[in-house]
């Protein structure tokens, strides 16, 4: 199941990614904003990741208005490796090297179209497992 959310500077683009993942049958859980009224990003970020750390939800995508805010509250969060991206390559590298948990989005950066294409991107690319990799995630995991 993936978790979503976003504040009302994604709220447009969070919409469209709900259309994307219905069409394909993803399983997902919005856990707000519901409208464009002015809200704060930091709190969807939170339950979003909550959700993912409490093993209730898989992965996450968070979308504010440039993605860095809401990916900057996400990677408060232990346990999240939330990701920025507004390309193919960023959403491919960072699932298959980080093992990121979470995408983040910027609703007025990027298109529709090229949003879609991340995000079916980050949901069907695996980790590498490779052992460098792993080892570079222990490191930025801490306690």
């Known amino acids: 199941m993936i978790a979503i959310g976003s504040d009302h500077g994604g709220f447009e683009l969070k919409q469209e990614v709900i259309k994307y993942l219905e069409a394909n049958k993803i399983e997902y859980k919005d856990y707000g904003c519901y409208d464009q009224n002015s809200v704060d990003y930091p709190d969807f970020a939170k339950q979003v990741c909550n959700a993912i750390v409490d093993k209730e939800c898989e992965k996450g995508i968070l979308i504010c208005g440039t993605g860095i805010g809401i990916s900057i509250a996400a990677n408060k969060v232990k346990g999240i490796r939330a990701a920025l991206c507004h390309d193919c390559f960023s959403a491919k590298a960072t699932r298959e090297h980080n093992d990121a948990n979470v995408l983040a989005l910027g609703g007025r950066i990027v298109g529709v179209e090229l949003a879609l294409m991340i995000v079916d991107i980050f949901l ?12 570079r995630i222990n490191k930025i995991e801490t306690d």
Do not use: K
């Open 124 to 135: 069907s690319t695996e980790f590498s497992n490779d052992e460098r990799h792993i080892r």
